[in-house]
């Protein structure tokens, strides 16, 4: 059972390149969730998803778009790089709840982003 | 806006016992989570308060009161493993999950 797998784990682009991280997900889960994390600023998030096919902004979404077409997968796109957007990337995902049933979210390993 | 205000930094001695706050202030509460995360790695989950009171995991407790919008993660008979950071989450109405900015536990010898 993989859980969450992100890829790349590492990768290193020139400002003004593309590029799109992966993130899947084997465990049937409705809700999954882009996060950035810089020192000191815990883990902002960028987009999530509560569904195949939807897709919504979180707190720090500019710069980038992200597309959930099966479920198991969410995408996170970088379309034109910039330095600022050095970070590690974390993907998420969770069952969906109604109320206040607890949704444990299962982390993914990260993506080691460096733009130059 | 929404905010989980966190200490930045705690230290303390091993064997001892140590509190972690978190305030939030969200648009909808679902429940209050608390996550940790060791150097290099990925957050991993700890406790889930949903109503008022103290959640009880091994070494580990949080508790959360709504009306003061406020909990904490307790950890008992601390270890040189415990040193990581731990962040608390809030679930809102539009199903984000949010999260503070971390506290970083060092514990020491």
């Known amino acids: 059972n993989a859980g969450v797998t992100q890829t790349p784990k590492f990768r290193v682009l020139k400002t003004g390149q593309s590029m799109t991280l992966l993130c899947a997900q084997d465990?049937?889960?409705?809700?999954m969730y882009w996060y950035r994390q810089d020192p000191g600023m815990g883990l902002r998030l960028i987009h999530y998803s509560v569904g195949e096919g939807t897709t919504a902004k979180g707190e720090v979404p500019d710069g980038y778009n992200v597309s959930r077409l099966k479920k198991q997968n969410f995408l996170l796109g970088l379309e034109s790089a910039a330095p600022s957007q050095t970070s590690v990337y974390f993907c998420?995902?969770?069952?969906?709840?109604?109320?206040?049933?607890?949704?444990?979210?299962?982390f993914g390993q990260g993506t080691r982003l460096t733009v130059v | 806006g929404q905010s989980l205000e966190q200490p930045s930094e705690v230290t303390a001695v091993e064997g001892a016992i140590v509190q972690i706050n978190c305030t939030y202030q969200?648009?909808?509460?679902?429940?209050l989570s608390w996550y940790q995360q060791h150097d290099g790695g990925a957050p991993t989950f700890l406790s889930y308060n949903a109503l008022d009171g103290l959640e009880e995991t091994g070494r580990f407790s949080s508790f959360l009161s709504r009306s003061d919008s406020y909990g904490y993660l307790l950890l008992q008979e601390l270890q040189m493993k415990d040193s990581a950071s731990y962040f608390c989450?809030?679930?809102?109405?539009?199903?984000?999950?949010?999260f503070g900015s971390g506290t970083r536990l060092l514990v020491r010898p």
């Open positions: 998420a995902s969770t069952y969906p709840t109604t109320g206040d049933l607890n949704t444990e979210a299962f």
């Open positions: 989450a809030v679930r809102d109405s539009s199903y984000k999950l949010i």
């Open positions: 465990m049937n889960h409705e809700y």
């Open positions: 969200t648009s909808g509460f679902y429940g």
